[in-house]
């Protein structure tokens, strides 16, 4: 998969990651970018479509899908980080309500077009998503949560020909970092590093020098197998992936 002539939508495309996602893709000859954004937003380039989308809505999900048509790659990059303590379990339903099942409405909205182009999916995860951060533990359960969604859609979806890349970043220089004193990738080399992932066809992406810290371990490892989209790879499950019925 190369991104140029490629039609791309990503979510959370205003600031940060996205809308580093957004420039790089026009870098790279997309054809069209779909810039999904809760607030209205201009952009200079002709190839840019910009998109209200709050992918907590159902109703801009399908208008979307009505929008768009044909589509390559869907990027889920839309995203809320807030600190928490887990005393109050709301904290953890506003996670899941973008990080989880913000990502889960927007990639079954756009299965079927994806399915017809053979293309793409892209889900911004973190290094939360198998190293939680006790400063932001819903954060780190959503992510964790929407890390299983991706590697089960990367089994299912492989059959109808649809990539599902999870990307494991680690402290990114946005605002979602902002007044947190750590060294921090910018979001231009991240994105460089995800759209070169998905050029080589990596599934699981560690786009950065903390994340890739982990990565040599994590491609080796039992876990990641199962979810290799690649049937030859059984993983840690005795009865195999596709086609058999567990036990009972
Ligand atoms: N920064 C990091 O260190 C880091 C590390 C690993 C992974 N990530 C992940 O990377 C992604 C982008 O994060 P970022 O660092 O670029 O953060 P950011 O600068 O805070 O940007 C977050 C983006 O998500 C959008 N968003 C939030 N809730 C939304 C919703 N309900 N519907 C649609 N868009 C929504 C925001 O839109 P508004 O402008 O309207 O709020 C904004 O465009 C996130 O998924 C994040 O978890 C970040």
Redesign the pocket.
């Known amino acids: 998969m190369t991104i140029s002539d490629k039609t791309v939508l990503v979510?959370?495309a205003?600031?940060?990651?996205?809308r580093a996602l957004a420039a790089e893709a026009l870098a790279r000859n997309a054809r069209q970018v779909y810039a999904?954004?809760?607030?209205p937003l201009a952009h200079p380039d002709a190839r840019v479509t910009p998109l209200t989308?709050?992918?907590?809505s159902p109703e801009q999900v399908q208008a979307a899908v009505g929008e768009i048509g044909s589509l390559d790659v869907l990027i889920n990059?839309?995203?809320?980080?807030l600190v928490d303590d887990l005393t109050d379990p709301a904290a953890i339903e506003r996670h899941l309500a973008?990080?989880l099942f913000?990502t889960y409405a927007v990639t079954q909205a756009f299965l079927p077009a994806l399915a017809r182009s053979r293309g793409a999916i892209v889900n911004?995860?973190?290094l939360n998503s198998i190293a939680p951060l006790p400063l932001i533990p819903a954060y780190s359960i959503s992510?964790a949560a929407a890390f299983s969604l991706t590697q089960s859609l990367r089994a299912l979806l492989a059959g109808q020909g649809v990539r599902v890349h999870a990307v494991l970043?680690?402290?990114?220089d946005?605002?979602?970092?902002r007044g947190v004193d750590i060294p921090?990738a910018s979001?231009e080399s991240v994105a460089r590093a995800i759209f070169d992932a998905v050029d080589n066809g990596e599934e699981d992406i560690f786009p950065d020098s903390v994340s890739a810290f982990i990565a040599d371990s994590w491609h080796d490892g039992a876990a990641r197998c199962s979810s290799i989209a690649d049937p030859s790879h059984q993983g840690p499950w005795p009865w195999g992936f596709r086609g058999v019925a567990p036990p009972g």
């Open positions: 979510t959370g205003n600031r940060g990651i996205g999904g954004t809760r607030r989308l709050d992918v907590t990059n839309a995203g809320i980080a973008v990080n913000g911004i995860l973190s992510k970043a680690g402290p990114v946005t605002d979602m970092l921090k979001p």
